[in-house]
């Protein structure tokens, strides 16, 4: 079945999907859900958005957890959001160090511009719901409609952001409120 290029929904991963943490998620036992947020997927699943993930994964890059790690990882969240009803489409992810000047690490545009070209579209006005600056900054980079939830670092980034960096920028509490807010805009 062809995707619909208008309904997509690019969701970052900690602090938005799971809870975060400063040592970072290394093992399928950290990854845990933030409340409602796999319903939040599943909502989005049952209203035809085609959902997909990009994440800055940087713990590879530092040693911390490998690639197989990760795809450990990422089984269990598909496992739970499949279990709520939900889907994700595709997990893309930079596992680089913030110096290592890759094209792919948020606030770079690379992971979107992987996403435009598995699919065949552009992402320009797709929601990324994120909870960073580097979120924000990748979302108004590339056109998308960038949202922050208040979960995981999103108080922080309100908190030491400016009201430029904010600018266009819609706010919300968690990932339930930012899909119910997608699912609603859709149907308008």
């Known amino acids: 079945m062809p995707i619909d290029c208008t309904k997509f929904v690019i969701l970052d991963r900690d602090g938005v999907i799971n809870h975060d943490s400063v040592d970072y998620i290394k093992t399928a036992e950290e990854w845990i859900p933030v409340d409602g947020s796999l319903q939040a997927i599943a909502e989005l699943s049952g209203a035809d958005f085609t959902v997909v993930v990009a994440t800055n994964q940087s713990g590879i890059g530092r040693g911390l957890l490998d690639e197989q790690d990760l795809v450990r990882i990422h089984q269990k969240m598909l496992s739970l959001v499949q279990e709520h009803g ?8 930079c596992p680089h160090l913030p110096g290592d000047g890759c094209e792919c690490r948020k606030p770079r545009v690379g992971l ?3 996403i435009e070209a598995e699919f065949g579209c552009h992402v320009r006005n797709a929601p990324l719901v994120g909870d960073s600056l580097k979120d924000m900054q990748a979302a108004k980079a590339m056109g998308c409609l960038p949202i922050l939830v208040r979960t995981g670092k999103g108080n922080d980034t309100l908190r030491e952001s400016s009201s430029t960096d904010m600018q266009g920028v819609t706010v919300v509490n968690t990932l339930a409120e930012a899909a119910a807010m997608i699912i609603e805009r859709d149907r308008a």
């Open 86 to 93: 939900g889907f994700i489409k595709r997990i893309f992810h």
């Open 112 to 114: 979107l511009k992987q």
